[in-house]
């Protein structure tokens, strides 16, 4: 070997090293410690003892965590198809040369950058049973006789923390979705044009098709952010009431945290682990065969 | 025909409209409720527009909690976790794409796999490495974890990559050794990728709350959401609405200023990391 391409080669390490060794403690090294921690049991003295499937079995066996299963899939899939329609559909309108357009594509994405824990609060009181300005205007526009108590009740508890996660991140998908639209060859929609195809057809035939990479990536993403939640569930409901939001990580931080169930609390971020690893294993698979048009530049 | 396309769009107009005062109206909520006198927030219709304006709701905010340690707390993290975050990935980007060294396209996967590990998932052990190593109720807990990620380094690599080899080339004929051709020459041509990871990781920094929630203990360490959550909950019978949301309010000025400055910086950074793959 040549002594410039050693140099080098030590250079690269030096160069890899602060990364390299931040990821392997604080990414490779807690996965693999929560992967033990699972099959373990911890009372948080002494060192964790190795029980088997134990502790998955107790999670699986336990009804509040089917519950939690069950709210967090309702809720990633729910407000995550609200999502993407309502991203999909100011994306098409905003692509287009409309005035206004660069305020409007502030204004959608002005709460994707702010604090969840600030905005949650604001809901909070928009949400207020007695003087929160939701429950004013619905009775204002006669669709409601008297006030939802939103947060209080189990019914609504979860459209409530939903609708916030809506208004929260249909910006940021939008703006992906503008981007997918860019790529777009214009002569496609001319020819479109000029064989009388209808804003629909359009839609239908050309543009979906063409923005099919970036459907699913956003739709990927937008799963995966869903199974995250936990800032608005804290901030908002704790879960509650009657655990109708509980969600899946507010669910492993109680564990973890106010039960001192780290084996349990472990387990179950395993299960969201390989959850969230498989939908995105199974979207990429399922991309080969949906996926008509790539950008081969890209 | 015409007649009815110009309807058409005009009703999008409105759809838009009506859609983007809904996006804007919690925001303007917040102020206007911030601003209220304790009277007036418990009034109904709720008030959009206050008859006079109680800017003393952010003077008995700073005396309910000590928000300007949280405020420092908050600045002090986000900025140090940003200029490290960004470094640190610049320096394994550059690597990967200008350096040769054994097992380089495996061990770029090794960078890649962790952006499949979400978060919330290594929290519960990333806790008890925080404790094992006696960073709990720190700045090291707040800020060290946060340093490292692969996202910066698979968005930087692209932007490296992009760049034209000859003025590395000419530093290197010059006598330049690695170290100085990346810090003074790759880096400032990557100031805009540079930048828009920098307010991608300010923003996501400033507003993380479970972390700093579960490893801060003592209020000097608390972060603004993590003191504003606390805030909340120091409410017993009746919430002081109008100092929430004097705290909600100052707690999202940062982000809007940093994100204004550099909105375009910061969406194509968006965007690199999103469309093209």
Redesign the interface.
Known sequence: MKPHELQERRWAWLFLAPCLLGLLIFTYLPILASLGLSFSYWNLLGVPQFVGVQNYTAVLNDPLFWRSFGTTWIFVLVSGALELVLSLWLAVWLNRALRGQSFFRAAYFLPFITPMVSVSLVWGWLYDPSYGLFNWLLQQAHLIDKSIPWLYDPKTALWAVMILRVWKDIGYNMVIFLAGLQTVPPSLYESAHLDGATGWQTFWRVTLPMITPTLFFVGIMTLINGFQAFDSVYLLTQGGPEHSTELLVYWMFKNAFEFYKIGPASAIAYILFMTILALTLLQWQLRKRWVMYEDETA | MMQSVRWKNAG??LL??T??V??????W??VI?SLVGPDE??????RLWPSRWHWENYGRLFQQAPMALYFFNSVLVSVVTTVGHVL??A??A??FSR????HKNK?FF??LM?M??????????????MKTFHWLDSYAALI??G????FG?FMLRQWFNGLPRELEEAARMDGC???QI?WRIALPLATPALAALAIFVF?NT??S??WP??VTNSESMRT???G??TL?GSFRDTTD?TV??A??TL??LP??AV?LMG?KQF?QG??SG????
């Open positions: 999008i107009m838009m409209a859609g983007a809904l996006m804007l109206l919690p925001f909520v917040m409720t927030v418990f009034q109904m219709p709720p640190f990935s320096m394994a550059y690597a350096l040769q060294f054994p061990l090794v960078f962790t499949m590990v979400p978060p919330q998932v290594n929290i519960v052990p990333l806790f008890f490495l060290v974890p340093l490292f990620g692969a380094v050794n690695p170290w990346f923003i400033w507003n709350f479970m929630l579960i603004l959401p993590v504003i959550a909340k609405w929430l949301m705290a909600a707690s999202i982000v809007i994100f909105q969406m968006l965007l999103g469309v093209k793959e």
